[in-house]
């Protein structure tokens, strides 16, 4: 069964910068899209970033771009997220996440229920 397993969260000031990590177990990593959700306290889970297979491609939601990055390390089976620029409002739960890729995948990347394997999240906390 694929196991998914993020950390590098915490609590940090505004500004400050913070590299998550996922790690993947018992999965053919390069067969999967992967990407990060968040959920805020008293919201809905919503899309952070995603990176395709081969790590060309990478997507971010307009809230973070220019602050985040993901990245991917196929040999290590890991991805990460680099964010800079920490602000109040990216406090939530991080969740790493994985979708089967194939030809008849949708292009839609934004959607959670279209990712079959999750993480248990890692808490990112961010001060004014």
């Known amino acids: 069964q694929v196991q998914l397993v993020e950390s590098g969260g915490g609590l940090v000031q505004a500004g400050d910068s913070l590299r998550l990590s996922c790690a993947a177990s018992?999965?053919?990593?390069?067969?999967?899209?992967m990407g990060w959700f968040r959920q805020a306290p008293g919201k809905e889970r919503e899309f952070v970033s995603v990176?395709?297979?081969?790590?060309?491609?990478?997507k971010y939601a307009d809230s973070v771009k220019g602050r985040f990055t993901i990245s991917r390390d196929n040999t290590k089976n890991t991805m990460y997220l680099q964010m800079n620029s920490l602000k109040p409002e990216d406090t939530a739960v991080y969740y790493c996440?994985?979708?089967?890729?194939?030809?008849?995948?949708?292009?839609?990347?934004?959607?959670?229920?279209?990712?079959?394997?999750w993480g248990q999240g890692t808490q990112v906390t961010v001060s004014s």
């Open positions: 990176i395709s297979r081969n790590g060309v491609t990478t």
């Open positions: 018992e999965l053919t990593f390069s067969t999967f899209a």
């Open positions: 996440a994985v979708r089967f890729m194939s030809y008849s995948s949708s292009s839609i990347y934004t959607r959670d229920r279209d990712y079959q394997y």
